[in-house]
């Protein structure tokens, strides 16, 4: 099955550790996607021209991911920085870099309608094609929104197959994470998923109300964790799979995901007198 994840990408810089990584939740989600048997994904993002850019790119083919359509910008790519507290991840600044105004070339948007699934997310571009290649493809759709909850980026909801958000955040504030599930749906057509960390996850394709159970393990990072669980998650679903059957293949992949610092790929060490 071929699949395309469009929107961000970053470096994530370990600054206490004097660590960075290749991160961004769609290309975390290319990457894991492209991990699992019968899945071929491709990547469409940004990045810059600098030094950074170019360990995003050697990470990328180290993945054997194709970089033909990482768009370089002249600029700095986005850096996020990043603190650990207890396994958990604390992000204490970003810079958006070059993806701040970038914009999805309509050059490309003829090779997206011929991908079998399309992965949007809610800090990257090209979401206003969403209806777009709704009419034109077949392809199935679906979109991060994270803890984006009244973002204008709902407005694609109707056109989604897919929607995923992190409730954690609502979860902390005491907020009715089923109420809120059944708001959404009645947004869309499609399946909506609100993850919670290591309390699971909840679903609802309009029919039923769907638990899934994370799984136990020893963290070491967070970091890519969600991503995982929504590339899990897609990969089964894709498949024809049950929601029941893609909350679990989410859950499996979301904590093989928490066992490493970093959400995948190599290590830039660059010191501690450079990150503090």
């Not at 048997?37 to 469409?44: F, K, L, M, P, R």
């Not at 997310?121 to 803890?147: Q, Y």
């Amino acid at each position: 099955m071929r699949v395309l994840s469009v929107g961000d990408n970053c470096i994530d810089d370990y600054v206490e550790l004097g660590l960075r990584f290749p991160g961004g939740n769609a290309l975390n989600v290319a990457v894991y996607a492209n991990r699992i048997g019968g899945v071929e994904a491709d990547y469409i993002g940004v990045i810059g021209d600098d030094e950074s850019g170019d360990f995003i790119l050697e990470q990328i083919e180290a993945e054997r991911l194709s970089t033909k359509h990482v768009l370089r910008f002249r600029g700095n790519t986005a850096v996020t920085s990043i603190l650990v507290r207890n396994g958990d991840r604390v992000f204490a600044s970003y810079d958006e870099g070059v993806q701040k105004n970038a914009v999805f070339p309509k050059e490309l948007l003829n090779k997206v309608m011929n991908y079998d699934a399309i992965h949007f997310t809610v800090w990257g571009f090209g979401r206003e094609l969403i209806p777009v290649i709704k009419k034109k493809s077949n392809a199935i759709l679906s979109c991060d929104f994270s803890s984006e909850y009244s973002n204008p980026a709902l407005e694609a909801l109707p056109s989604l197959d897919y929607s995923f958000f992190s409730g954690s955040k609502l979860r902390e504030r005491g907020g009715d994470l089923e109420d809120m599930l059944m708001k959404l749906k009645r947004r869309t057509p499609g399946s909506v998923v609100i993850t919670l960390g290591e309390h699971g996850s909840i679903a609802s394709d309009g029919e039923k109300l769907y638990r899934g159970e994370a799984v136990n393990v020893n963290v070491i990072d967070t970091l890519g964790a969600g991503d995982a669980f929504i590339a899990g998650f897609l990969a089964s679903a894709w498949s024809g799979n049950p929601i029941e059957e893609s909350l679990r293949s989410g859950h499996l992949l979301a904590a093989s995901a928490c066992g490493r610092l970093g959400a995948w790929g190599e290590a830039w060490r660059y010191g501690l007198s450079q990150g503090g």
